[in-house]
């Protein structure tokens, strides 16, 4: 895929992520964002806490990676190499099998406040910053380390992928944590 086509829709994707955070999310109540849907599971705010975790460290090393020189073309094909693909596959929200989260990116057991909504609000934002200024940044040619082991490098467009993948996987985990709201018994009548 074109690089701009490539950035056009991680950016079309982080910004849907952060209109559902403010739509879905903004309103309510502490105790509900705060509120796990099962035991051992995680509330909303812990998903988004999690990822404010890997943002504080990707957000940096993107800027980073974006940085300097262009040594080979811009617009260019995003090419995927098998380790970009198999860390994307891994974290993709239709992957059912749980990734084990390492100690330092799992989020406290006690309630959390409003401001791991800010912040993440405020990582988009950064976010999509990273994502302009890649138009003018070769995506294969430089690499970011991962973020759990950090031998192991992505090239800058997947590194780019992974994070957007990774936040819609938790996502859809703190969708699932919203409490649902059943309609009122007035509004079931027979016909």
Same mark, same amino acid.
């Given at each position: 895929?074109?690089s701009?086509?490539?950035?056009r829709a991680? /950016?079309?994707?982080? /910004? @849907?992520? @952060?209109?559902?955070?403010?739509r879905?999310?903004?309103?309510?109540p502490?105790?509900?964002l705060?509120?796990?849907p099962?035991p051992?599971a995680?509330?909303?705010?812990?998903?988004?806490d999690?990822? #404010?975790?890997y943002?504080?460290?990707y957000v940096?090393?993107?800027? !980073?990676a974006?940085?300097g020189p262009?040594d080979?073309?811009? &617009?260019?094909?995003?090419?995927k190499? +098998?380790?970009? #693909? +198999?860390?994307?596959r891994?974290?993709?929200?239709?992957?059912?099998?749980?990734?084990k989260t390492f100690?330092?990116?799992v989020?406290?057991?006690?309630?959390?406040? /409003?401001?791991?909504? @800010?912040t993440?609000? !405020?990582?988009?934002?950064a &976010?999509?910053?990273?994502?302009?200024?890649a138009e003018?940044?070769?995506? #294969?040619?430089?690499?970011?380390p991962?973020?759990?082991?950090r031998?192991?490098?992505? /090239?800058?467009?997947?590194?780019?992928?992974?994070?957007? @993948?990774h936040?819609?996987?938790?996502?859809?985990?703190?969708l699932?944590?919203k409490? !649902?709201v059943?309609a009122?018994?007035?509004?079931?009548t027979?016909?």
């Amino acid at each position: 895929m074109p690089s701009t086509d490539f950035l056009r829709a991680l /950016r079309l994707q982080v /910004r @849907t992520q @952060t209109d559902l955070v403010r739509r879905e999310f903004s309103t309510l109540p502490l105790e509900m964002l705060n509120c796990p849907p099962a035991p051992g599971a995680w509330s909303i705010l812990q998903c988004l806490d999690h990822l #404010n975790r890997y943002s504080r460290y990707y957000v940096p090393v993107l800027a !980073q990676a974006l940085h300097g020189p262009a040594d080979r073309p811009i &617009l260019e094909e995003v090419k995927k190499s +098998w380790l970009g #693909n +198999w860390s994307i596959r891994s974290v993709a929200p239709e992957n059912p099998k749980k990734q084990k989260t390492f100690k330092h990116m799992v989020p406290p057991q006690e309630p959390l406040s /409003r401001d791991v909504l @800010t912040t993440f609000l !405020q990582q988009q934002e950064a &976010l999509l910053h990273l994502l302009d200024l890649a138009e003018d940044a070769p995506l #294969n040619a430089r690499r970011v380390p991962l973020e759990f082991f950090r031998l192991l490098r992505l /090239r800058t467009g997947e590194a780019f992928e992974f994070v957007v @993948t990774h936040q819609e996987r938790h996502l859809h985990q703190a969708l699932r944590a919203k409490p !649902q709201v059943s309609a009122p018994a007035a509004l079931h009548t027979v016909g």
